[in-house]
């Protein structure tokens, strides 16, 4: 159980585009999903946290008009890195939390902007 | 703002030691998690603790919920290869969904054969 999907795990794109990335939980209903990004070597830095029907609350120094999250139904969550940069490159990986139960996490997108 | 610090950074064991490794919070928590990540993937939950106290096992891991609610501990007992990865723990206080935890640095293991 407790099973979150994440897609794509891997996509280039070019500097100036938009990137689209779903989280899905796929066997239970999560009341939260939370973003993070992660570079090389390094632990996981929340990005924003999200509740079905409302707006995301992002972290401090995470730009909301960059990092624009939807989380339209109990079961999907989108980010979109809007005009994405080199130094966007990263592994972005959601989770998400049914109630209080410990978090799930994907398997993370790996985003190269050239 | 709070922090985690995770020790040791990072181990190289022979396979079949046993490991243990620890994660200190400048603050007192409800929740001390414990995840392992591989290269590429997301983290994977190992074991969740709830109570101060609190022993659980999962397989050849045990991790502990310290008593003084500021500290946690991860043990692997007879380390085989496919116990390499990192293992990140996770801490805060959770009362409601949206409640978030903190990541601890992480401590890279490498076990050789």
């Known amino acids: 159980g407790a099973v979150v999907s994440q897609h794509p795990s891997r996509v280039i794109c070019k500097s100036g585009t938009s990137v689209k990335i779903e989280c899905r939980s796929l066997?239970?209903?999560?009341?939260?999903m939370f973003w993070y990004r992660q570079f090389p070597k390094q632990s996981l830095m929340l990005m924003a946290t999200?509740?079905?029907?409302?707006?995301?609350?992002?972290e401090q120094g995470v730009e909301k008009d960059k990092f624009l999250i939807n989380h339209a139904s109990l079961t999907l969550s989108t980010l979109t890195v809007t005009s994405a940069h080199p130094e966007d490159s990263s592994f972005y990986i959601c989770?998400?939390?049914?109630?209080?139960?410990?978090?799930?996490f994907g398997n993370g997108t790996r985003l190269t902007v050239t | 703002g709070q922090q985690l610090n995770q020790s040791p950074q990072s181990m190289f064991i022979q396979e079949g030691e046993d490991v243990s490794m620890n994660c200190t919070s400048s603050?007192?928590?409800?929740?001390w998690l414990w995840y392992k990540q591989e290269p590429g993937e997301g983290p994977v939950l190992l074991i969740a603790?709830?109570?101060?106290?609190e022993l659980t096992s999962n397989g050849r891991l045990t991790a502990q919920f310290g008593i003084t609610r500021k500290d946690s501990f991860l043990n692997i007992s007879a380390s085989i290869p496919s116990d390499v990865g990192i293992y990140f723990c996770?801490?805060?206080?959770?009362?409601?969904?949206?409640?978030?935890?903190?990541f601890g640095p992480g401590t890279s293991l490498s076990v050789i054969p």
């Open positions: 603050s007192i928590f409800n929740t």
């Open positions: 999200s509740n079905e029907g409302s707006k995301a609350t992002y």
């Open positions: 989770s998400a939390r049914q109630n209080n139960s410990p978090l799930h």
């Open positions: 996770a801490g805060g206080i959770m009362k409601t969904s949206y409640d978030k935890v903190i």
């Open positions: 066997d239970f209903q999560a009341t939260t």
């Open positions: 603790l709830y109570k101060a106290g």
